[in-house]
């Protein structure tokens, strides 16, 4: 006998929805939750946390990003301007600086700062490990950051500097004028990108070492997970990790349907 | 002809034996051409023929490969010359109007004004005001160039050009890129301006304009000036071969 096609796909349906319910509730009895609630979402051991997590670790971690992304937006823009500069040698080496530092991993450059220079030269950074930490993640974020910012620019039409070039406006003038304000618009969505992977690499300033007063979210859930042998504060860190950049990229993403809308 | 009244003063725009490759393509083959001031020159001829080129030589924005360019007796071609100084008397309009998106009209109007004049924003809000209502556009100020018509973005085109004072305005087709029920507004301003007294070197396809506004009308083929003369005449009786051949395609 001959089903009908839409027959037919309801009991497709009615099956993967069994088959999924099925191992939902399996996954569920064999689950010991009391163990999995001790462990990972104890409730006296979170309470512990408060408020260093907030006033210290959070703190930290919203600092060190900004930091690090303001400080590698800055030198980002220049190295993006430098590698489209007519200048050989600029473009020689803002070209070494972001193959450099985009091509090594981010926890190599950190050890080489916070290690490689004070044990080989005897150099010691003023301000301790995190200051050669944070100098660390700005030369990587900067990288990054001047390849967004090079895309950008060259997003932008080129009949509109010749447009600010034809009413006498210098390089420089039309650069900042006109260029720029453009092409930070179109790099928005990728500086948001780069803005939510910092504060994720931030997490890296944990092989500088630091003291109670420097821990960023991670170091700080880390050490906390070994006081009480137990893994609540590395849910609290994740979650507090979420608490930043899921409102920051919907925040982002309203933004950009503004800025649409204006056009 | 009547520009012989102002022979005295140095010529608007003189271009000598100027020569333009791009890579192995040479575009212009020594062009040689005299705009006094007051005149309206229209540049017409076939798409490739180099008349853009020769446009945009003028104020520098392509770079000569040979000749040299003189504006009100100053060689633009010499480097030690300060090109931004020599472009805001030059006035430049565009095939696609090149508005600033991201400022309103009267940002557009202001920027060049304040930053390169060093006018105040009071004086140069005035001006652009001023300059709004010539080209007919007071009401949008505060529009953005996103919100307007071809017709009105190319109109704050020139408007945006004509902030800065220039003794000479250059065009390079600037109705090539509207509606054709836009392209009477803007050729009216541009006439206005013409009748006004501003000296215009204008690239053009719109061989109406070219016959009633110019003074003089120069055809371009292959980089080099074919034929040159008063316009009436150059379009009713046609002398070279090329240019009876180009007109006969576009009239």
């Known amino acids: 006998m001959a089903m009908r096609r839409t027959t037919r796909t309801k009991l497709y349906r009615f099956t993967m929805y ?174 948001t990108n780069e803005f939510v992977l910092l504060l994720k690499d931030t997490s890296l300033l944990f092989v500088v070492g630091s003291t109670l007063a420097t821990k960023e979210l991670t170091t700080f859930a880390r050490d906390a997970q070994s006081v009480d042998a137990n893994s609540t504060p590395l849910i609290m860190a994740a979650l507090l990790y979420l608490v930043v950049t899921i409102p920051l990229t919907r925040a982002v993403a309203w933004l950009e349907r503004k800025m649409a809308k204006q056009r | 002809m009547s520009t012989d009244l102002i022979d005295v003063q140095a010529p608007a725009i003189e271009v000598r034996g100027l020569f333009k490759s791009f890579g192995d393509n040479e575009v212009l083959k020594g062009i040689d051409l005299t705009v006094t001031p007051g005149e309206v020159v229209c540049v017409i001829g076939p798409s490739g023929s180099g008349k853009s080129t020769l446009l945009r030589s003028v104020n520098l924005l392509e770079e000569p490969t040979g000749g040299s360019i003189i504006i009100e007796g100053i060689d633009v071609t010499d480097p030690d010359v300060d090109i931004d100084r020599v472009r805001t008397r030059i006035g430049m309009v565009f095939q696609s109007f090149n508005l600033f998106p991201h400022l309103d009209v009267l940002g557009n109007l202001t920027l060049a004004q304040r930053r390169v004049l060093k006018r105040s924003k009071a004086e140069a809000d005035e001006i652009a005001h001023e300059m709004l209502a010539r080209v007919g556009l007071s009401e949008k100020a505060d529009a953005f160039p996103g919100h307007l018509s071809g017709g009105q973005q190319q109109r704050v085109a020139i408007a945006r050009a004509l902030c800065m004072n220039p003794d000479m305005m250059l065009f390079d087709e600037p109705t090539s890129a509207l509606d054709p029920e836009l392209v009477g507004e803007v050729l009216q301003v541009m006439r206005t301006l013409a009748d006004e007294g501003m000296t215009m070197l204008v690239v053009t396809h719109e061989m109406g304009f070219a016959r009633e506004v110019s003074s003089r009308l120069i055809f371009i083929d292959g980089g080099v000036i074919v034929e040159e003369g008063d316009p009436r005449e150059v379009l009713a009786n046609p002398q070279h071969p090329r240019t009876q051949d180009f007109l006969s395609r576009v009239l």
């Open chain 1, 18 to 191: 069994a088959i999924f319910i099925a191992i939902v509730v399996w996954v569920a009895l064999a689950t010991d939750w009391v163990k999995i609630t001790t462990v990972f979402f104890n409730v006296e051991v979170a309470i512990k946390q408060f408020p260093n997590i907030i006033v210290i670790a959070l703190r930290n971690t919203i600092l060190f990003t900004l930091i690090a992304f303001v400080g590698g937006a800055i030198l980002g823009v220049l190295f993006a301007i430098m590698k489209l500069s007519s200048v050989g040698p600029y473009r020689w080496f803002a070209t070494a600086w972001i193959e450099l530092f985009r091509g090594m991993p981010a926890i190599l450059t950190l050890f080489i700062i916070a290690y490689g220079l004070p044990i080989g030269l005897g150099f010691q950074m003023p301000g301790g490990a995190i200051v050669s930490g944070l100098l660390g993640l700005i030369m990587v974020s900067s990288a990054y950051i001047a390849e967004v910012v090079r895309s950008g620019i060259q997003a932008v039409p080129k009949g509109q500097t010749e447009a600010s070039r034809s009413l006498g406006m210098s390089p420089m003038k039309t650069m900042f004028w006109v260029v720029l304000p453009q092409g930070f618009r179109i790099i928005i969505p990728p500086m």
